[in-house]
């Protein structure tokens, strides 16, 4: 049995996607890449972003989806409109049902490097690492495979405590 899990990495211009499959207890690379938003309006990204995460799930079917939390650097505007565009994504894979899970970016740096403050370069290489990949996905991209592996990590903890997915 195998299970499919999309990782998004939320952001109101370019948003990450990365789809990996739990096989045999083994995470195997899907596909990955980012949405592009072109218009000018937020309220036209919002509509690109919910229309493209719906795209995704058409075609490769994922039975789980993780996302990453907003978070607070100095600008509260800012994380508000990738709290927005968050919620655009959440909203496109609630409408097929598909259970959405959430982890802080702490989180997945833990899950993936083994330290909560790794640096970017340190992720892109564990995720090159583990999912075998002969290149490093663009940036977004990349974060949204973490993402994903978080969830394969804590999901498979869970199933080891009893927990289930």
């Not at 990365?18 to 990204?45: K, P």
């Not at 609630?94 to 403050?117: D, F």
């Amino acid at each position: 049995m195998s299970i499919r899990i999309l990782g998004i990495d939320p952001g109101s211009r370019l948003t990450g996607f990365g789809i990996i499959e739990l096989s045999a207890r083994r995470a195997v690379y899907v596909a990955s890449g980012c949405i592009r938003t072109h218009e000018a309006g937020f309220d036209g990204r919002l509509r690109e972003i919910f229309e493209g995460v719906g795209e995704i799930v058409a075609e490769y079917r994922p039975e789980s989806v993780a996302i990453e939390s907003v978070f607070v650097r100095r600008n509260v505007a800012s994380a508000l409109k990738l709290g927005q565009a968050r919620g655009a994504a959440i909203c496109a894979v609630a409408t097929q049902g598909l259970p959405c899970h959430e982890y802080s970016p702490t989180q997945i740096k833990q899950a993936v490097v083994g330290r909560g403050n790794a640096a970017k370069t340190q992720v892109q290489h564990m995720i090159c690492s583990l999912l075998a990949l002969p290149s490093t996905p663009q940036a977004d991209a990349c974060d949204a495979l973490a993402c994903a592996l978080c969830h394969v990590h804590h999901w498979q903890n869970r199933a080891l405590l009893g927990g289930g997915k």
